[in-house]
């Protein structure tokens, strides 16, 4: 019997037509840097899920879903988000709801406690959240005096923060389509967005476009070079399986620190400050939540272990 590995780098190579009836595209280079050096890292199958596998650029250690699925595909996954999955089953909108209380009531030294990156908040201008989810950051935002503005491709997610943010200007769309002005926002915020996105570069582009001269970008998503995943990794290799896709099958594109360093710069971004953390969730939510055991279990651990990064970068050029 051929091992499995084998048989995952033939499904990758040559299993797979370009496009083949859903829209999902086998990619030949990877989608930052176009090098066609690329191979296998994971794969994982599930039900009413974009993407099955992985691969990794030999050039840039850019890991990215292959084939990975069209707009139309993933823009059908992201409606009603935070109902299905972990998210519904970690009861996100009541916890949020919470959190707009805690917020309202809180000095802007308090909010430290939900978001430690709220020091880089001046609380003048403009401020926008991209794929702004259930509208924390928005929430903090206007408190602290901003003029708010969000897009979201998720109208559920719409519908559930206009009550709290009536004069919040929220568009129900992509980034690329939003079309605002040039050198426009003081401070953006683009929190585990860019690992859903299927070209990162054009969205790097277009937030040097609209922020100002010296505003600030806040970029956080998952940290494929976190010790946690390699020894993963490194675990199923010793037993001859090939690697599961652990940190989120919706997910399209994944760094590690240094390529999503050098991919910000590349974009015309000075980096203020970067560094990794632990999911944001406490002991009491996850036990009170719906997960299965085994989920909770993963959750703590989450809790403790740094598998996310966070990145805050200043505009220093045009590009």
């Given amino acids: ?156 997610c719409i519908n559930f923060v206009a009550p709290y943010l009536p004069n919040a200007q929220l568009f129900n769309g992509d980034l690329l389509s939003a079309n605002y002005e040039n050198n426009y926002f003081d401070l953006i915020n683009i929190c585990h967005v860019i690992e859903h996105l299927i070209d990162p570069n054009s969205y790097l582009a277009e937030l040097n476009r609209i922020v100002k001269m010296e505003g600030l970008i806040i970029v956080s998503t998952p940290n494929i070079g976190a010790i946690a995943y390699k020894l993963y990794r490194a675990f199923n290799f010793i037993n001859f399986r090939v690697p599961l896709i652990v940190d989120g099958l919706e997910h399209t594109v994944i760094f590690n620190n240094a390529n999503l360093k050098k991919a910000i710069q590349a974009h015309g971004f000075e980096i203020v400050q970067q560094y990794n953390e632990s999911v944001n969730d406490s002991f009491r939510n996850i036990w009170k939540s719906n997960l299965s055991t085994r989920k909770k279990i993963v959750r703590y651990l989450q809790t403790f272990v740094k598998v996310n990064q966070v990145v805050i970068a200043k505009k220093c050029k045009n590009v």
């Fill in 1 to 156: 019997m051929c091992h499995p590995i084998v048989l995952w780098q033939v499904f990758q190579q040559n299993g797979l037509n370009q496009e083949n009836k859903s829209g999902m595209k086998l990619l030949t280079a990877c989608p930052i840097c176009k090098s066609e050096q690329i191979g296998p890292y994971a794969m994982k199958y599930a039900q009413n899920f974009p993407h099955v596998s992985r691969t990794i650029c030999k050039t840039c250690e850019i890991v990215f879903a292959n084939p990975v699925a069209s707009y139309e595909e993933l823009n059908e996954f992201y409606k009603n988000y935070y109902d299905k999955g972990n998210f519904g089953d970690l009861q996100y909108k009541q916890k949020t709801i919470q959190q707009f209380n805690s917020i309202q009531s809180s000095s802007k030294d308090g909010l430290l406690s939900i978001d430690k990156n709220i020091k880089y908040y001046s609380g003048n201008g403009q401020f926008l959240d991209v794929g702004f989810g259930l509208g924390v950051h928005l929430y903090m935002a206007q408190k602290l005096g901003y003029k708010v503005y969000g897009t979201e491709l998720d109208s559920d």
